[in-house]
C-alpha cells in the first residue's frame, strides 16, 4: 500500500476480524513458543561470549576494572530486560526493537532500527562462524576453515526454516548442552580457585578510562540478548511469556558470566587468558596441563556455545528482515511465509546469504565490533522511543519512579555514547562498515521503502493507532 494513503487513516482504525484472520493466514506466524523456548532463545544466542572473546578486555581495564566494566554492562542489560520485556507484551510483534521505535519515533526511526538490528545480528552471525571455523581447526587442524564455515552456515539456515517448534527445540538442547560444558569448567577448576588473590594481579590498567574503554568487551557478554523479542509474534502469551524469558535469561547469563570471570581470575594470570580467543580452555590446561580427557570433552561440548548463538542470531535477523518485509520497508518477498513450516524461509535465507558472504572474507574482529556498534545505536533509539512512549501516555506518572527511570536511562545513553565514541576509535573500519550499511539502508528508503508502506502491518497499525500502552 503506498505511503501517500497514510494521510486517509484516521488514528483509531476499524478493522475487522475476517481481514485480520485474512492476513494472518497469509502474513502471520504460527504462537507456539513457550516461557522455556524463550529462556533457550535468550541464554542460547548470548552463551558463546561467555565462552570466547571477553577476555581482551582485561588488557584495557584489568582484573578488577573489567569486573567493574562488566557489572556496569550487567546493569545496563537488566533495565535492557525489564524494557523489551514491557514493550514485547504490549506490542507482541515480529517486528521488535522496529516496532517499539516505530510506536515512538515515527516510520524512519522505526525502519532504521530494523536495519540496525539485522546488521547486529548478520554481522555478530559471521563473527561467530568465524569462531566456529577457527575453533574446529585449532581442534583438527586438517580441515579448512573456510568449507566448515559455510557448512556449518547453511546448515543452521535450514534448520531455522525447517520449522519454529523443531527450531526452538533443538536451541534448547544445544543451550543445556553448552550449560553442562560450563558446569565441566567450573568443576574441573574448582580446586585452584583461590577467591583472595581475585584482583591481585595488575587489579587496574588505565584506572577510570580503562573501565569506560572496555565496555565493548563486556557487551560481548550479552550482545544479541534482545533476539527474545523478535519471538514474541510466535509466543503463545507474550503477556506472560516474555517476562519469564527475559527474566529467567538475564539471570542465568549473568550468574554464568560472573561465575566464570571469578573462577578465571581467582585461579590463572589473567595475562595468560589473552594468549588466545578461548580463555576458558586456556583456564583449564594452566590448570590441570595434563587433564586429558576432561579437557578434550569440555573443549567439543564448548563448540555448543557458538552452535547455540549462531542458531539464535539466524532466528533474531530473519524475523527482523520478515517484519521489515511485511510492512513494505524491504522487498515484499522476503516476508513470503512456507505453505508447510508455516517460517518466513526467504527472510532467512537472503539475509543470511549476506552473513555467508561476510564469514567468508571478513574478519571477527571487525564484525563483533561492527555489531556492537549497531546494538549501541538501536539500544538509544529504542531507549528513547521508550521515553517518549511513557512520556506520551495519558497515564504516565510524574512521581518519583518516573524520574528515578529517565535519570538512569540518560546515565545509560550517556555510557552508550562513550562506547560508541571508542569502538570509532578503535576500529574505525567497523564503524565505516556500519555506515555504508546504513546508508544503502536510507537511499534504499526514500527511493522505494517509503513508498509502499503496509498501513495493515501489526507494526503499522498499532503505530498509527491513538492508544498509548502502559503498565
Not at 561467555?50 to 556496569?72: A, D
Not at 516505530?102 to 563473527?127: M, N
Not at 573501565?211 to 523479542?229: M, Q
Not at 561492527?370 to 512521581?399: D, E, H, T
Amino acid at each position: 500500500m503506498p505511503l501517500d494513503q497514510d494521510d486517509d487513516f484516521e488514528d483509531d482504525i476499524l478493522i475487522t476480524k475476517k481481514q485480520i484472520d485474512d492476513y494472518r493466514k497469509k502474513f502471520g506466524l504460527k504462537r507456539i513458543l513457550s516461557g522455556i523456548h524463550l529462556w533457550g532463545i535468550g541464554v542460547g544466542t548470548v552463551i558463546a561470549g561467555t565462552f570466547f572473546g571477553w577476555n581482551y578486555g582485561l588488557e584495557l581495564s584489568g582484573s578488577l576494572g573489567f569486573f567493574i566494566t562488566t557489572l556496569v554492562v550487567t546493569g545496563f542489560y537488566f533495565v535492557l530486560a525489564i524494557i523489551f520485556s514491557e514493550l514485547s507484551g504490549l506490542y507482541p510483534y515480529a517486528g521488535g526493537p522496529y516496532a517499539y521505535v516505530r510506536k515512538g519515533l515515527g516510520k524512519l526511526g522505526g525502519y532504521l532500527t530494523g536495519v540496525l538490528t539485522i546488521a547486529e545480528f548478520i554481522c555478530a552471525s559471521a563473527a561467530v562462524t568465524i569462531s566456529i571455523a577457527s575453533y574446529v581447526s585449532w581442534v583438527y587442524p586438517s580441515i579448512p576453515k573456510m568449507y566448515v564455515a559455510l557448512g556449518v552456515y547453511v546448515l543452521f539456515l535450514m534448520i531455522d526454516v525447517i520449522g519454529i517448534k523443531q527450531s526452538a527445540n533443538f536451541q534448547l538442547i544445544i543451550t543445556s548442552v553448552a550449560i553442562g560444558a560450563l558446569i565441566m569448567f567450573f568443576i574441573g577448576t574448582a580446586d585452584a580457585v583461590n577467591l583472595s588473590r581475585t584482583f591481585d594481579i595488575e587489579p587496574f590498567v588505565s584506572g577510570a578510562k580503562g573501565i569506560v574503554i572496555a565496555i565493548p568487551y563486556a557487551l560481548w557478554f550479552y550482545l544479541c540478548f534482545e533476539g527474545i523479542a523478535l519471538a514474541a509474534e510466535e509466543t503463545v502469551n507474550p503477556k506472560t511469556d516474555m517476562r519469564i524469558g527475559f527474566g529467567t535469561s538475564i539471570i542465568t547469563v549473568a550468574v554464568l558470566n560472573f561465575g566464570v570471570l571469578i573462577f578465571c581470575l581467582a585461579t590463572v594470570d589473567w595475562h595468560d587468558l589473552l594468549m588466545n580467543d578461548y580463555p576458558l580452555s586456556s583456564a583449564m590446561h594452566l590448570v590441570n596441563p595434563n587433564g586429558g580427557k576432561w579437557l578434550v570433552i569440555f573443549t567439543t561440548l564448548a563448540l555448543s556455545s557458538l552452535l547455540a548463538s549462531l542458531h539464535g542470531m539466524i532466528n533474531g535477523f530473519s524475523r527482523q528482515s520478515f517484519a521489515l518485509s511485511r510492512a513494505g520497508y524491504l522487498p515484499k518477498i522476503m516476508s513470503r511465509i512456507h505453505p508447510v513450516t508455516k517460517t518466513p524461509y526467504l527472510a532467512i535465507i537472503l539475509p543470511g546469504t549476506i552473513g555467508i558472504l561476510l564469514a567468508q572474507f571478513g574478519t571477527a574482529r571487525i564484525l563483533v565490533f561492527a555489531a556492537g556498534f549497531s546494538a549501541l545505536l538501536m539500544y538509544l533509539l529504542v531507549i528513547l522511543s521508550y521515553l517518549k512512549i511513557k512520556l506520551s501516555a495519558r497515564k504516565a506518572s510524574p512521581g518519583w519512579t518516573t524520574k528515578v527511570k529517565a535519570a538512569a536511562l540518560v546515565i545509560f545513553s550517556a555510557l552508550i555514547f562513550s562506547a560508541l565514541t571508542f569502538i570509532s576509535l578503535r576500529t574505525p573500519d567497523s564503524v565505516k562498515f556500519v555506515g555504508i550499511f546504513l546508508g544503502g539502508a536510507v537511499l534504499y528508503y526514500f527511493l522505494v521503502g517509503r513508498k509502499y508502506i503496509a498501513l495493515d502491518a501489526p507494526e503499522e497499525r498499532e503505530a498509527q493507532s491513538s492508544m498509548i500502552k502502559i503498565h
